[in-house]
Each structure stands twice: as C-alpha cells, then as structure tokens.
C-alpha cells in the first residue's frame, strides 16, 4: 500500500540556520499539507497545498516559512531562520481528490532547533 | 473557528473493560468529523470518519449534533489499543484541513 514518506527522520540544527524538510506525497494524490507538533501539545496545521499553490495557511506559518514542490513527487517545507521554538515534529499529509477527505499521514520529522 | 475538545489526556482501563473517549466539537457549518490513532513509534493513521458510520478495530463512534460530540467508543478494550487517539474536524470549504483535539493516551492494562 502507498505511503506518504518524510526524510529526515530526525534534523538536529543551530539557531538562525535554514531547513528544509522533505516529503513525498502518494503519487496520484492532489492536495498537500504540513502540520507540526511541539512537544506535548496538539497537532497543528500549518499550511495546505493545490495545484501549485498555497491554499490555506495558518497564523503560524509566517515570512519565515515556505512550501514548494519543485518537482512531480517532492513537496518541502523550508524555515529559513529557525528559532527555538520551531522544534518541534513536522508531519506531512496528502489527499487524493476533492471527493474525498481522509488525509494520509508520513511518519514525521523531529525537528531539534539548539 | 473550529475547534476540537477532548478533555482526558489519559486514560486506563483493563483489558475486556469498555473504553470511551471523549471529543467536543464546535464549528460554523457541517463539520467532517475524524478519529485519528498512533501507535508507538508509528505515523498517525486514521481510524474512523462520521461519514462513513463504520466499525474499525471494534470502535465506533456516533456524531451527535446536538451534543457536539464525537465521542469513541468500544466495548471491550485489548492491550492492542493502547495509543494515543486524535479526535479531528474539517469543513469541506477549507481544504479539509483538519483540526485536532490535544489527544487522548489510552493505557489498557492486562
């Protein structure tokens, strides 16, 4: 069965550095999203993705995120001056098509901002 | 503003003993409802939507509007179903981005 994969697993790096996390959507799948979760509170979205661009965002996706798919199976989440408080785990989701709702999930990346 | 309630952070039961989770919901429109489960050291996998009124695992879960509620239920819990569960809303005219509750870690003890 397809899945929704995310690399790294885990992505330890210094105050202020830029990151990018990387997801690989399930291939015929149309819509996209980035949710995170600091540690010990709820899942959050983040950001939502169609058809080259964003559809929907949140509060806590500011200047300093950006999502991209550059190409036909990538789709990235880049934070281009981290802070501490971006640690957090940052999962990756799709959707097949506007007649359906079940988004699926990758396994997260841990991300560790020191 | 959608937003999902689930007031137990955890909860433990013994084996063969009902376990019920509670989710609260409030939302301007006709709400998607969702229950997500994960399980240790796995991805969040969804476990059953409203729409679809069916059992998986031998949980159910009822949509009550009235209530606002979405609360899961089983009858006779397994060790097998100890994770942490999500209760989760969406609307159809945002993306269906989904809403979560804090999330409710679920121990069944032997």
């Known amino acids: 069965e397809p899945e929704v994969t995310q690399t790294p697993s885990h992505q330890v790096t210094q105050m202020g550095q830029e990151v990018i996390l990387r997801c690989v959507p399930i291939?015929?799948?149309?819509?996209f999203y980035w949710y995170r979760q600091i540690l010990g509170q709820k899942v959050e979205f983040l950001v939502s993705f169609y058809n080259n661009e964003i559809s929907e965002k949140s509060e806590i996706f500011d200047d300093q995120f950006s999502v991209e798919r550059p190409d036909g199976s990538n789709f990235t989440l880049k934070i281009r001056s981290t802070k501490l408080e971006d640690s957090a785990m940052y999962f990756c989701?799709?959707?097949?098509?506007?007649?359906?709702?079940?988004?699926?999930f990758g396994p997260g990346t841990r991300l560790t901002v020191l | 503003a959608q937003r999902v309630t689930q007031p137990e952070k955890l909860l433990s039961v013994f084996k063969g003993a009902p376990v019920e989770l509670k989710c609260n919901y409030s939302y301007s429109g006709s709400p998607e409802l969702f229950w997500y489960v994960q399980y240790s050291r796995q991805r969040l996998q969804l476990l059953l939507r409203?729409?679809s009124r069916e059992s998986i695992k031998g949980f159910t879960a009822d949509l009550n509007k009235g209530e606002t509620s979405f609360h899961l239920k089983k009858p006779f819990a397994q060790e097998e179903d100890s994770a942490m569960y999500y209760c989760?809303?969406?609307?159809?005219?945002?993306?269906?981005?989904?809403?979560f509750g804090a999330g409710t870690t679920v121990t069944v003890r032997a």
């Open positions: 409203h729409i």
């Open positions: 291939s015929n799948h149309l819509y």
């Open positions: 989701a799709s959707r097949k098509d506007r007649g359906t709702d079940t988004q699926y």
């Open positions: 989760a809303l969406s609307g159809e005219f945002n993306d269906y981005k989904l809403s």
